[in-house]
């Protein structure tokens, strides 16, 4: 089993900047692949961003890419994703996911994540 918690999440205005982190535990020994996704009220969770376990790799969403950088620490057993110039069409609950064998590579699939935590509000005010 792994768990994940994450923080960060908070009312930021338009343009802002802030940063979410992942803390896990559990199996950390085993090799996955972390995603963060978001969900809306009314929309389907979506992907945002993810980073291969040796995070050599990393994928985002058309909607965050050049403004979003996820990145993660193995040794602190946490993942991170930094969001810069937030609009309000970013407001969800942001989760942070974990797919367990991925080494090198990364998943944009919900269904291949086991691991979900329990999300992070980010609400961005216009």
């Known amino acids: 089993q792994v768990q994940l918690v994450e923080s960060g999440g908070r009312l930021v205005q338009a343009g802002g900047s802030l940063r979410l982190s992942c803390a896990t535990s559990?199996?950390?020994?085993?090799?996955?692949?972390m995603g963060w996704f978001r969900q809306a009220p009314g929309k389907e969770r979506e992907f945002v961003a993810a980073?291969?376990?040796?995070?050599?790799?990393?994928g985002y969403a058309d909607s965050v890419k050049g403004r979003f950088t996820i990145s993660r620490d193995n040794a602190k057993n946490t993942v991170y994703l930094q969001a810069n110039s937030l609009k309000p069409e970013d407001t969800a609950v942001y989760y942070c996911?974990?797919?367990?064998?991925?080494?090198?590579?990364?998943?944009?699939?919900?269904?291949?994540?086991?691991?979900w935590g329990q999300g992070t509000q980010v609400t961005v005010s216009s």
């Open positions: 996911a974990a797919a367990p064998g991925f080494y090198l590579t990364y998943s944009r699939d919900f269904v291949k994540y086991d691991y």
């Open positions: 559990g199996r950390t020994s085993s090799t996955f692949s």
């Open positions: 980073i291969s376990w040796t995070g050599g790799n990393t």
